[in-house]
């Protein structure tokens, strides 16, 4: 008589078959996740993006550029309106210096003004005026100072401490000046273009006698100086202050 096969249990059979699902469940998953590893690996990376250049700084002005393009923009009256003011300040005088600037803080309309009526009120601190020297027939040097805005004689006053030899070497250099200021600055004006902001009748060092003009630049307000022989109106020198 054959024996009969021996069949496992029902309950057998499902705890084996539901191993054997959860261990490939879990192979699968292992899988699945080393794919994404090497798939995020081998992406490419984007780069980042790149910084727009950085933008060159507008030129600043120096300090002096500062002050020139301030007076030169604010002031009205021009050089040679100033010259003649003051020259007719003095009666028989002529112009030996001439320089536009800033009114100092300190100073007022009252000192030691000319016989010619109460002066303009002084204008605020930095504003624009010409100081002007003129010199009469002996050599005596008179500042005139004038608004550059409204061309009122604000100062006007015998220059200090003048001895004889000061007077006689102011009156010296008039008699051989054979170019007038007005002759100096054309010459200078054909070098150097731009607005006329000091005139001066000195020596260089090789005592020549030259009529020193100095012309700012209103496109970059550089000054330059250039010096103007005073017997013949020839240009002897010429230097520019770019600071």
């Known amino acids: 008589m054959r024996s009969a096969q021996r069949i496992p249990p029902l309950r057998s059979l499902a705890v084996a078959c539901?191993?054997?699902?959860?261990?490939?469940?879990?192979?699968?998953?292992?899988?699945?996740?080393?794919?994404?590893?090497?798939?995020?690996?081998?992406?490419?990376?984007?780069?980042?993006?790149?910084?727009?250049?950085?933008?060159?700084?507008?030129?600043?002005?120096?300090?002096?550029?500062?002050?020139?393009?301030?007076?030169?923009?604010?002031?009205?009256?021009?050089?040679?309106?100033?010259?003649?003011?003051?020259?007719?300040?003095?009666?028989?005088s002529k112009l030996v210096d001439l320089e536009l600037k800033g009114t100092p803080r300190h100073m007022t309309a009252s000192p030691g003004t000319a016989g010619t009526g109460t002066p303009a009120p002084a204008p605020s601190p930095g504003a624009p005026e010409w100081e002007a020297k003129v010199a009469a027939a002996d050599g005596t040097v008179h500042q005139v100072d004038i608004d550059a805005v409204g061309g009122k004689v604000l100062r006007s006053q015998v220059e200090a401490d003048q001895d004889a030899d000061d007077k006689r070497k102011v009156a010296d250099r008039l008699?051989?000046?054979?170019?007038?200021?007005?002759?100096?600055?054309?010459?200078?004006?054909?070098?150097?273009?731009?607005?006329?902001?000091?005139?001066?009748?000195?020596?260089?060092?090789?005592?020549?006698?030259?009529?020193?003009?100095?012309?700012?630049?209103?496109?970059?307000?550089h000054k330059t100086t250039v010096d103007v022989d005073a017997a013949n109106g020839k240009v002897v020198r010429e230097h520019t202050d770019r600071d």
Do not use: F, M, Y
């Open 175 to 221: 008699s051989k000046a054979r170019q007038t200021p007005e002759q100096a600055v054309k010459a200078a004006t054909d070098r150097a273009k731009g607005t006329v902001t000091g005139l001066e009748l000195d020596e260089t060092d090789n005592q020549q006698l030259v009529w020193s003009v100095d012309v700012v630049n209103t496109d970059n307000w």
């Open 18 to 92: 539901a191993l054997s699902g959860s261990a490939l469940l879990l192979t699968a998953c292992a899988n699945t996740e080393t794919a994404s590893s090497n798939a995020a690996a081998a992406a490419p990376t984007s780069p980042a993006p790149a910084s727009p250049p950085a933008e060159s700084p507008t030129p600043s002005l120096s300090e002096d550029q500062a002050e020139r393009k301030d007076l030169v923009s604010k002031a009205k009256v021009t050089w040679n309106k100033a010259a003649d003011t003051a020259v007719k300040e003095i009666p028989d």
